[in-house]
Nanobody, 115 residues
């Protein structure tokens, strides 16, 4: 089992920045991919950013150049650095960790970008 905790989130003005941490515990050695997803009201959950092997990253087109995913192995934490935030980035953000057989999810954290 892997447990994921996302203590970040909050309200920020358009153009602002925010960093979301996701702390992992448990069977961390089984994790192969870490990522962030988001779900806005009335929309499906979508991939925002993912990182594999600590260095290979991919991003949704809508966040390229604005969001950066990174890992801190010493702290077992995955970060999503968000800059130049837009109102359309408003959503519940979920941390995800994927092993060979299972996907783990955090509880989600609300990010609201005001115009």
């Amino acid at each position: 089992q892997v447990q994921l905790v996302e203590p970040g989130g909050g309200l920020v003005q358009a153009g602002g920045s925010l960093r979301l941490p996701c702390a992992a515990s448990g069977r961390i050695g089984t994790i192969r991919t870490s990522g962030w997803y988001r779900q806005a009201p009335g929309k499906q959950r979508e991939l925002v950013a993912a990182i594999t092997g600590g260095s290979k990253t991919n991003y949704a087109d809508s966040v390229k150049g604005r969001f950066t995913i990174s890992t801190d192995n010493a702290e077992n934490t995955v970060y999503l650095q968000m800059i130049s935030l837009k109102p359309e980035d408003t959503a519940v953000y979920y941390c995800n960790a994927g092993s060979a057989n299972f996907d783990y999810w955090g509880q989600g954290t609300q990010v609201t970008v005001s115009s």
